[in-house]
């Protein structure tokens, strides 16, 4: 008899999280009938208790906002990654006990360009200066030969952004959000902006712009997104980052190869059943 493997994803707010919905195909298509993949709706005071009450079924957690930092003084390990953002998102428990911690977004997020052909890029543009836009840099050093221009609306971000650049080794220049028409000129863009935030540039699109990374998936498409590909320009969404954070992560806690065409099925057709 298999023995019962649990895994979840922790955050607060966690209702709306893809995550289930990609981990559980995966583990049909892998034929996984004894592992189950939950959410929970944790905060960061509710978090170490949830922590200390994981048993040895447990094989792995996935972190959501606010938990990717909280999560780090209860780890015995931390990868490159994660330390290079200061920001967790997946938790493996091993065997022995121990709980180490990595950050599937950034190689997520590399994946996701590489899938649709960016490889390398001169320069980028990155809108907003949040936890996203950590990572956003984090990728860019991997792929961007040049400078990086920051798009925030204030001082204090544009420090947050230039201290950033400066840990992550990316030559971070920093515009103040009044300029940001000038970020769609840029090979590519990187938005991180919540929901209705880049609306007012969708009009601002060049006729044969770069390449879009839009890391929102619900709604899709953004304004933004659905004006860019309207050019014929490429589109990466926040679904192609979910999906390929997740593909790591579900190899990480499995040990198998994850299948990439069937989570992202799944993630689309979760996302066109929800109502507007």
């Given at each position: ?14 209702a709306?999280?893809l995550s ?6 995966a ?9 189950s993949?939950?959410?929970f709706?944790?905060?960061?005071a509710?978090?170490?208790?949830f ?6 079924t447990?094989?792995g ?7 990717k ?6 780890l ?8 290079s ?5 997946t938790?493996?428990l ?12 950034i190689?997520?997020m590399?994946a ?7 490889e390398k890029?001169?320069?980028a543009?990155v ?6 836009a950590?990572?956003?840099l984090?990728a860019l050093?991997e792929i ?7 798009y ?19 030559d971070?220049?920093?515009a103040?959000?009044a300029?940001?028409?000038e970020?769609?000129?840029a ?9 209705g935030?880049?609306?007012?540039l ?19 498409p953004t ?6 590909a309207?050019?014929?320009?490429g589109?990466?969404?926040?679904l ?10 579900v ?26």
């Amino acid at each position: 008899m298999s023995v019962t493997r649990r895994a979840a994803v922790l955050g607060s707010p966690i209702a709306h999280s893809l995550s289930p919905v990609l981990h559980r195909a995966a583990y049909t298509e892998l034929g996984l009938d004894h592992w189950s993949y939950d959410r929970f709706e944790v905060d960061e005071a509710g978090l170490p208790g949830f922590v200390e009450g994981l048993d040895s079924t447990w094989a792995g957690l996935s972190l959501t906002m606010p938990l990717k930092r909280a999560i780090m003084p209860m780890l015995d390990g931390i990868s490159d990654t994660a330390a290079s953002v200061e920001a967790v998102n997946t938790v493996v428990l091993t065997e022995d006990g121990r709980r180490l911690g990595d950050n599937t977004d950034i190689p997520g997020m590399v994946a996701a360009l590489r899938e649709r052909g960016v490889e390398k890029v001169e320069t980028a543009a990155v809108l907003g200066a949040g936890a996203t836009a950590s990572s956003a840099l984090a990728a860019l050093a991997e792929i961007c030969t040049g400078p990086v221009t920051a798009y925030v609306r204030s001082e204090v971000r544009a420090d947050e952004m230039r201290g950033w650049g400066r840990r992550l080794g990316v030559d971070v220049r920093v515009a103040d959000w009044a300029e940001a028409d000038e970020a769609l000129r840029a090979p590519l863009v990187i938005a991180t902006t919540p929901a209705g935030t880049t609306d007012a540039l969708a009009g601002a699109v060049p006729s044969a712009p770069g390449t879009l990374f839009d890391v929102l998936y619900d709604p899709w498409p953004t304004a933004l997104a659905s004006r860019w590909a309207a050019t014929g320009a490429g589109v990466v969404g926040g679904l192609d980052l979910l999906v390929h954070q997740a593909v790591l992560q579900v190899e990480q806690m499995t040990g198998l190869d994850a299948p990439l065409a069937v989570m992202r099925a799944a993630g689309e057709t979760a996302l066109a059943a929800r109502t507007h």
